[in-house]
């Protein structure tokens, strides 16, 4: 596996520091951070695609308003899971360009018999970093995660708890809507259909400069609109449309990357960049047929403070 160091300096200039496996000489003067990225997702010259396929942010705009995720933690066998999810959906269709749902499928006990495989269940909705989450926050006092289902509004407490049942979501959505942006996000992406890889360039401008020093940054990607079976109100529904699911965090991490000063630019910007392989998409019987669908799958990408978790800016970056 070949990998580089990809260096940003600002959003207009881009300076890159290489180096390799085979040694690719060092054209470029050294930059004040490094991510290391695997070039053979790229098909063709790696040369080629710093010339031209590295995005320059001063041409992204980035949101203004805060915007919301919703982190639903569910099961496909919890009956009650599915008003829950209907009323995350609803939440993101009345404000489809602010408002996000990740489902992720885990118990406070991480895999419970809400998210276990039988003869009747069988698509494995879990993953290791969405249990291990789960597990985290259902030992976390006053987390509020006592079971399914129950999800967080950008980990943002309601009294005592940063996760409450999905009639409080609403409220909670509207709160964290109305309030100050305090960080600003871009993103890029690009995608080979051929190596089924992918290339994230992210840009962060922290505008509370009380944040600075405790930032993190955490990459979800989710799989939309997969048909299979749920418990829905304690009836098998095999025909079930499973939306937003949790595949996996891109960096394979519980907390994704911290906002360190060798991501930052000369101009207090932090840049990250991420390279990863698309998964195959799950199946409804439970095989695994290898099958790549990149069009049902997107990222969403949020800044959060490492101490008390709350996410301060979620954007989505669709995978096309």
């Known amino acids: 596996m070949k990998k580089i160091f990809l260096n940003f300096v600002s959003a207009s200039a881009l300076i890159i520091t290489l180096f390799s496996c085979d040694k690719v000489e060092n054209i470029y003067p050294t930059s004040t951070f490094q991510t290391d990225l695997d070039t053979t997702f790229y098909p063709g010259n790696w040369s080629d695609y710093l010339a031209n396929e590295v995005p320059d942010f001063g041409t992204i705009t980035a949101s203004s308003d805060r915007n919301v995720i919703i982190e639903d933690f569910t099961g496909h066998n919890c009956s009650n899971c599915p008003q829950a999810a209907t009323t995350a959906h609803n939440l993101h269709e009345g404000n489809p360009d602010r408002v996000f749902v990740a489902s992720i499928h885990a118990s406070p006990q991480g895999m ?6 039988n003869n009747t269940y069988k698509t494995d909705f879990t993953n290791s970093v969405g249990l291990e989450t789960g597990i985290y926050f259902g030992n976390l006092a006053n987390s509020g995660f006592a079971g399914n289902p129950s999800g967080s509004v950008n980990r943002v407490k309601a009294g005592t708890a940063t996760f409450y049942p999905a009639g409080a979501w609403s409220t909670k959505v509207s709160e964290v809507l109305a309030s100050t942006l305090k960080v ?12 089924q890889g992918a290339y994230l360039h992210t840009e962060v401008e922290v505008l509370d400069n009380s ?20 418990n829905v109100s304690s009836l098998h ?28 630019d000369e101009n207090g910007k932090y840049y990250l960049d991420y390279s990863f392989a698309i998964p195959a998409q799950l199946t409804a019987d439970g095989t695994a047929t290898g099958v790549i669908n990149a069009e049902n799958m ?11 978790h709350e996410i301060y800016q979620v954007i989505k970056q669709k995978i096309e």
């Open 112 to 117: 419970s018999a809400f998210q276990a495989t």
């Open 184 to 195: 600003a996000m871009k993103s890029h992406l690009n995608y080979y259909e051929v190596t």
């Open 211 to 230: 944040l600075e020093g405790n930032l993190g940054m955490i990459v979800y990607l989710l799989e939309d609109s997969l048909v299979a079976s749920q």
């Open 237 to 264: 529904v095999p025909d079930y449309v499973h939306r937003d699911i949790h595949r996996k965090n891109i960096s394979g991490q519980i907390w994704g990357r911290t906002l360190t000063p060798e991501f930052k």
């Open 298 to 308: 997107h990222l969403l990408i949020y800044v959060y403070d490492k101490t008390t």
